[in-house]
């Protein structure tokens, strides 16, 4: 299957910094892309999806200024967590889908954020 | 409004067969995902079904009723290793997928 890459996997950062997790798939050309946020025991919540060349379309609740997405390239988005804090640590997960919106999405590896 | 059930966690042996359920109400369906996903990792594709039936992949089948909004996952001779959690996702008309919480299948020796 294809790949996705998602960096870093782990991260521990400091209240009222930003934190930048990046998400590239490998061999292929991701059309649009899935950020989730995955707390402890509950499943994935959708934050927001990004298509190459637009602004990113944010789920109800999600904070925008926040949670920084930029879609620049087929093979790259990133997601900024802008002025952490302690409540925002949580498992953040991307995934890619490529061409037909009926098709499967391939995840990366997930980033376990922790800000002390 | 839009959701999906699962039981919250099953039990199950080693060398055992387990079904775990996943019913939903979506608006509009473009097909009916399961994901795999261990303790502290992303969720790994499993299956996809958007016809009724059975699709069988190895050791791990999907049936599908649209009809019924309907699915399970059946997993054979259970190995230590299938112990994960096991999320369904069902994609909607607007070729969105709705999660469900997932079920944690516990294997036991």
């Known amino acids: 299957g294809a790949v996705v890459s998602q960096h870093p996997s782990r991260v521990i950062c400091k209240s009222g910094t930003s934190v930048k997790i990046e998400c590239r798939s490998l061999d292929f050309q991701a059309t649009t892309m899935f950020w989730y946020r995955q707390f402890p025991k509950q499943s994935l919540m959708l934050m927001a999806t990004s298509n190459e060349g637009s602004k990113a379309t944010y789920e109800q609740g999600v904070e925008k200024d926040k949670f920084l997405i930029n879609h620049a390239s087929l093979t790259l988005s990133t997601l900024t967590v802008t002025s952490a804090h302690p409540e925002d640590s949580s498992f953040y997960i991307c995934?890619?889908?490529?061409?037909?919106?009926?098709?499967?999405?391939?995840f990366g590896q997930g980033t376990r954020l922790t800000v002390v | 409004g839009q959701n999906i059930d699962q039981p919250t966690e099953m039990t199950a042996t080693e060398g055992a067969i387990v079904q775990i359920n996943c019913t939903y109400q979506?608006?509009?369906?473009?097909?009916l995902f399961w994901y795999q996903q261990h303790a502290g990792e992303a969720p790994t594709f499993l299956s996809y079904n958007v016809l009724d039936g059975l699709e069988e992949k190895g050791r791990f089948s999907s049936f599908l009723s649209r009809s019924k909004g309907y699915s399970y996952l059946l997993l054979k001779e259970l190995q230590m290793k299938d112990s994960a959690s096991y999320l369904c996702?069902?994609?909607?008309?607007?070729?969105?997928?709705?999660w469900g919480a997932g079920t944690k299948l516990i294997i036991k020796p």
């Open positions: 979506t608006s509009g369906f473009n097909g």
């Open positions: 995934s890619a889908r490529e061409g037909d919106r009926n098709t499967e999405a391939f």
């Open positions: 996702a069902v994609m909607d008309s607007n070729y969105q997928l709705i």
